[in-house]
C-alpha cells in the first residue's frame, strides 16, 4: 500500500497579496491506480479514508513524513567505500542530516556555489512508525518501520572531503529529497536501488549488497538516540556517484516503491 502527503495544484490566477500568506493545506492520500484518496487521521497513529478522490495529474507530492531527525548510514555498500578510497566500517557509521535540507519531489536541487563537486546518493529509505528506543537482542527493529520510501543523500564532496566530518558536506538546504510515498508492503530483503541522470543508469544495486541490514541498523541507532514516528532513516548508497551538474534531472527508483525526481540548479539561477 501506497501512502502520501500532497496538495491539490489549484489552476487560478495569481493571488493578491494578501493571499500569499496562506499555505496551502497538505493533505494525506493513499495511491489508488491513476488518483489518490484522501485520508483522514495521521499516517502512523491511524487513519481512514474519506469519499474525496484526486486525479493524480491534480496533486504535488510531498515527503511522505515530516521527520524530526534524518540519520544516514555511510559505507553501507562495500564497492561504494572503495570506489572513495575508504575501508568498510567495522561497525554502522551514522551521521545527521538536518530537517531543514528536505526537499520534495520535482523541487531542484540548488549547487551551492562554494563547492565545486556535488554529488547524487540513491538510497533506500526506511520511516520510522513508532517510537523506539534501545532496541535489545530479542525484539524485532523491523515492527518498528512504517514503510519505505527513496531517498538522494546529495552531498558536496569537496567540502566533506575538506571538513573532515561530514555536516556541512551533507546539510545544504536542498540536499535531502526523499518521497514520493511511502509504501508500507515492500519486503526490504528484495528492495532494489538504481540511480539516473538524464535518463542514463548510474548506480544500481540491492539491500541484500549492504554491509549492514536494516533491523542491525535501527537496532544501533536506536540505542544510539529516540527514533520516533516520522524519523527517517536512509540505509547507504552503492557505487557509481558523480557530480551533478545544471540542467541535470536525477531519479531515485526503489523497486517496488516509485521514483523520486528532481531538477538540478546553480546556487545563481
Known amino acids: 500500500m501506497k501512502l502520501c502527503r500532497f496538495q491539490p495544484l489549484v489552476f487560478q490566477t495569481p493571488p493578491s497579496r494578501k493571499e500569499t500568506s496562506v499555505r496551502p493545506e497538505i493533505l494525506l492520500g493513499r495511491i489508488e491506480q491513476d488518483s489518490v484518496r484522501q485520508l483522514e487521521g495521521d499516517l502512523f497513529s491511524g487513519w ?60 531542484a536541487i540548488v549547487l551551492p556555489a562554494i563547492s565545486k563537486r556535488v554529488d547524487y546518493e540513491g538510497e533506500i529509505a526506511v520511516i520510522i512508525g513508532r517510537t523506539c528506543s534501545k532496541l535489545g537482542r530479542t525484539e524485532n527493529p523491523l515492527s518498528y518501520i512504517a514503510g519505505v520510501t527513496c531517498l538522494n543523500d546529495v552531498t558536496a564532496r569537496d567540502l566533506q572531503k575538506s571538513d573532515g ?69 536512509a540505509t547507504g548508497t552503492p557505487s557509481g556517484i558523480a557530480p551533478l551538474a545544471p540542467g541535470d534531472v536525477v531519479e531515485v527508483v526503489v523497486g517496488g516503491v516509485g521514483t523520486l525526481r528532481n531538477p538540478v540548479v546553480a546556487e545563481s539561477d
Not at 474525496?52 to 559505507?75: D, N, Q, T, Y
Request: charged share 20%; with cysteine; net charge negative.
Open 48 to 107: 481512514s479514508p474519506t469519499e474525496r478522490i484526486w486525479p493524480l495529474s491534480e496533486v504535488k507530492f510531498l515527503p511522505p513524513s515530516a521527520p524530526s531527525k534524518i540519520v544516514c548510514v555511510g559505507r553501507n555498500y562495500r564497492e561504494h567505500a572503495a570506489e572513495l578510497g575508504n575501508e568498510v566500517p567495522a561497525e554502522p557509521l551514522i551521521f545527521l542530516k538536518p530537517p531543514s535540507a528536505i526537499l520534495a519531489p520535482e523541487e
Open 165 to 233: 566530518q561530514w555536516t556541512r558536506g551533507k546539510g545544504f538546504d536542498t540536499f535531502c529529497p526523499f518521497g514520493p510515498v511511502l509504501e508500507t508492503e515492500l519486503n526490504l530483503a528484495e528492495a532494489t536501488i538504481e540511480t539516473y541522470v538524464n535518463g542514463k543508469k548510474k548506480q544500481s544495486s540491492c539491500a541484500a549488497e549492504m554491509i549492514f541490514s536494516v533491523d542491525v541498523i535501527i537496532c544501533w541507532i536506536s540505542n544510539v538516540m529516540t527514533l520516533v514516528p516520522g524519523d527517517v532513516i
